[in-house]
C-alpha cells in the first residue's frame, strides 16, 4: 500500500536548473494537474524524475513506480524538498515495481487496483541499454531489454487497463528513443533484436536497444489507432541538453491539452538536416522513422506480446 508523503527531506541537493529554459519553458505551458493521479516508471533518476517532479509541482498525485525502493524514496523526498522550498505541497508516493519480471508487473498493478479507482496518467518512461554482446535474460525467459523497455510496460498498461477505463481522459504516454531508427526485427521473433543500419550500433547491446525502442514505437501506434485506448509517444535527446530541458517533450506528450493520441514528440531542431527528428530545441510534433508505422509489425508484435504475457489485451472488449 502506498502512502502519500508531504514535503520532507532528509538531505538537499544542488538545483541544476542552470539553462534550462526549454524546460521551464514547457513547464509554464503545462496546465494545472490537481486531482489528477499520474504512475510514472522509473521516476527515480533521470527523465522520469524530472517529469515526476513537474507533474507534482502542477499537483498531481504521483507515484514513483521503481524497481529500487531506497532510491524512489531518495528521488520523492527531493522532490518534495524542492517544492517545499517553492511553498508548494506534493503528494507523492514510491511504490515497488521491477518490469523485469512479470510477476513483480502483476503485484504493482493489484496493488493499485485495490487502492485506486481511476488513473488519469500512465507513462512508461523506464528503460535499459544493456552492457553484454549476448542478451542477459529475464526470470521469464526474455531479453532484457526487450522485456524492461517493451514487455513489462504492455503488461503494466493492460494490467491498469480498468483503472484508465475507467477515468475520462486518460492517456498513457512511451518513452522511445531515435534509437528506433535503426531498430529491426522478423516478425515470427520481435524479441530477437537486429538492426537495419551499422552507424554506431555494431554491438549486441546496441542493437537489443534499437529493436527495443522500435517495439515500443510499434506498441504505442497500435494503442493510437484502437479508439478506446489513447497512447502518445515521445522521445529526448541528451545531445545538446541539460537532462531538465531533454524531459521537456515527455511533460507535453503527458500534459498538452492539444496533443492527440498518436501524436509523437521530440526536440524541434536538427542541425544536420537529415530528417525530421531534431536533437535540439523545444519540444514539437516529429515524425517517426523507419518501420515505426508498419501496422502490419505493429500487429505482429501485439499479438507475440499477449502470448509472451500470457493475456489478451483487447481494449475494445472490456
Known sequence: MHSWSSSRSKSSTPDPLIDAAVYKEALDEAPDQTGRLAVVTGANSGLGFWLARSLALKGARVILAC????????????????????????SLACEELDLASLASVRRFASRLRRQESSLDLLVCNAGILGGGASAELTEDGWPLEFQVNHLGHFLLCAELWPLLRNTQGARVVVHSSLGHAAGYFEDETP??????????????????????????????SSAARNPFLRCWVDYASGLAHSVPDASAPLLVAATSPGARSGDYYGPRHNPFGFHDLGLRGPPAKVRPWGFAADAAKAAVLWEFSERACGISFSPEAN
Do not use: V
Not at 537486429?194 to 536497444?209: E, F, I, K, T
Open 67 to 90: 524497481r529500487n525502493a531506497e532510491r524512489a524514496t531518495s528521488a520523492r523526498d527531493r522532490i518534495a524538498a524542492d517544492l517545499k522550498s517553492k511553498g508548494a505541497a506534493a
Open 191 to 220: 524479441h530477437r533484436a537486429s538492426c537495419r543500419y551499422l552507424l554506431p550500433l555494431p554491438y549486441g547491446a546496441w542493437r537489443r536497444y534499437a529493436a527495443s525502442k522500435l517495439a515500443q514505437m510499434l506498441f504505442a
